[in-house]
């Protein structure tokens, strides 16, 4: 669940720099992507699979370096 947490925060990093209106229609929409992630939190969630109890959450940080990428890059 780690690797969710990095598309999340930086979600609310550009909310916060940006806001929802100043980047026109692509900053909404790369919100809209980035905020998407958070489906996923609740989906691991559910299935228990608790924040930071994976064998190696050093790994599942950098799939969420990978999946923050491949959004900003769609």
């Not at 939190?41 to 050093?58: C, R, Y």
């Amino acid at each position: 669940m780690v690797c969710y947490i990095v598309p999340l925060a930086m979600a609310v990093l550009l909310s916060a720099l940006w806001g929802f209106s100043k980047r026109g229609i692509q900053g909404f929409w790369l919100n809209l992507m980035l905020y998407g992630a958070a489906f996923f939190v609740v989906d691991h969630l559910w299935h228990g699979e608790l924040f930071l109890t994976s064998a190696n959450w050093v790994a599942d940080l950098a799939l969420g370096g990978i999946i923050t990428s491949v959004i900003f890059g769609a």
